[in-house]
């Protein structure tokens, strides 16, 4: 099989072997500091191993970087220029780097397409430069590219005012730069690994369709994740979602679905947002899950980077709190999937382990006195039950005889060995939240409510009959 193009096209973005940081300066809390400062950081700590340029005609040195006068004084191992000066001088430092052979750039400026006529122009001659010399846009008007386990990080805003997320297995692909920084804030908050994150703005080059087909063959990342404001080409779109959905889930959040939505999306980034009908029609056609808001969406996204696919629609519900269960069972009928209906040899397995009070079936009630071993006999039970194809489960860390680590370890357990995917749920403060991240640092996913739990388990099996489906055709 022959490499993909894409694949050596973009790889620059994510693992550059040089970085020329063109407007870094040392004037702190300036969009062309933070870069430089990020790569600085990440290059002392070892994570990012590329050398760094940084160019600024004004300047000589920034914190014992040598600083270059022009994008022809760069060394010629530079394969990735990120742009942070203002939008006028683009163009002309566009022609330069053509001359240079830079072949990957970052455009961070705004004040492009999204501000009109004059700027759209601005635009439609940076990507006549880009096409004739084999140059790849991220931007305009971004915060362009994240990426931990390689130190890329052109998000400027100072670790001060946002935390970072740790490295996972999720890329996260928005058109919105500020939505891109809350969602990483966001998700470092959440404890939500992030592969890769890239911010296109104004898609003048890059767009959702390239980084789909990019992340095909991407083996660090598991789930996809879209925020999309509008689509230019719809075609290229779709044919890269059907090529990707057939390896790797991809949940996709569309904003500007409302007129007033729609009008707000074409000020922002100069989409033209489309009906919203057009749009769920071709999520279906090629696979893509729709997510309602963004908890939804990385919901789905780290029950995917964490579980296996269902083999039906089937859920067994396990929970130490009643209440909670029906709250689940609600959900399992509101997202449109099944309650398994437990084999009669199951249910005569739980009562033999059951105290009378505590309730064998679905949702199978282990109640408020239980200790791990009875959610054991619960989590054993459903694994073995043919007629469950997945499995939520209700732990409410309160109850009092209930040995945190212990029921922990078992969930950790039954999640890595079942064939079933396994989600929990965890109510509660922070008490909770720690034992929650403990669960999840062990690889199960957790959820905050019922509903959330199951919505996630829901993308999963919607997903699951997507591909089985295809094997059919």
């Not at 100072?158 to 490295?167: A, G, N, Y």
């Not at 104004?202 to 996809?224: G, H, P, Q, R």
């Not at 509101?334 to 009562?351: C, H, R, V, W």
């Not at 071993?373 to 039950?385: L, M, P, T």
């Amino acid at each position: 099989m022959n490499r993909p193009k894409i694949i050596d096209e973009l790889r620059p973005f994510f693992e550059p072997k040089a970085v020329a940081i063109i407007g870094a300066t040392n004037k702190k809390g300036k969009v062309g500091n933070v870069i430089f400062e990020n790569f600085k950081k990440n290059k002392e700590q070892g994570i990012f191993k590329g050398s760094i340029y940084p160019v600024n005609p004004k300047l000589d040195e920034i914190e014992g970087y040598k600083v270059y006068k022009g994008v022809k004084e760069l060394p010629e191992d530079t394969d990735l220029a990120v742009i942070s000066i203002p939008a006028p001088f683009v163009p002309q430092t566009m022609k330069e780097i053509a001359e240079k052979g830079i072949k990957s750039v970052i455009i961070i400026t705004g004040g492009f397409g999204e501000l009109g006529e004059e700027g759209r122009k601005m635009e439609e001659e940076i990507l006549k430069i880009a096409k004739e010399n084999g140059i790849r846009i991220i931007g305009p008007n971004c915060v362009g590219v994240y990426v931990p386990d390689t130190g890329v990080d052109t998000v400027f805003l100072p670790d001060e005012k946002m935390d970072r997320p740790k490295s996972g297995s999720i890329a996260f692909v928005t058109q919105s730069g500020a939505f891109a920084a809350a969602m990483l804030d966001w998700a470092a908050g959440a404890g939500i690994g992030i592969g890769k994150m890239v911010s296109y703005g104004n898609k003048l080059d890059v767009d959702d369709a390239d980084l789909m087909d990019y992340f095909i063959y991407d083996e660090s990342i598991k789930a996809v994740t879209l925020y999309i404001e509008g689509v230019k080409e719809g075609r290229k779109f779709i044919e890269a979602a059907k090529r990707i959905t057939k390896v790797k889930p991809v949940i996709a959040l569309k904003s500007g679905k409302t007129e007033y939505g729609a009008k707000a999306a074409s000020s922002h980034t100069g989409s033209l947002a489309g009906a919203d009908i057009i749009y769920d029609a071709v999520f279906k056609q090629t696979g893509i899950l729709r997510a309602e808001d963004f908890e939804h969406m990385f919901d789905v996204a780290k029950a995917f980077a964490k579980c296996k696919l269902p083999k039906g629609d089937r859920i067994g519900i396990i929970t130490d709190g009643g209440g909670a269960g029906v709250m689940a069972s609600d959900a399992v009928a509101k997202f449109g999937l099944k309650m398994a209906e437990l084999s009669e040899e199951i249910i005569k397995y739980l009562k033999e382990h059951f105290p009378p009070h505590a309730v064998a079936g679905n949702p199978t009630d282990v109640v408020g006195d239980t200790d791990a071993q009875r959610y054991k006999y619960a989590i054993e039970a459903f694994v073995n039950d043919p007629n469950v194809d997945a499995i939520v489960i209700i732990v409410l860390f309160q109850v009092p005889l209930l040995n945190e680590e212990e029921i922990i370890e078992i969930l950790a357990e039954y999640a890595k060995k079942s064939e079933k995917p396994i989600v929990a749920v965890a109510m509660g403060g922070k008490k909770t939240e720690y034992y929650a991240k403990m669960l999840e640092n062990k690889g199960v996913p957790v959820y905050s409510t019922p509903e959330r739990g199951v919505r996630a388990m829901a993308g999963l099996v919607q997903y699951a009959k997507y591909l089985e489906k295809l094997n059919k055709e």
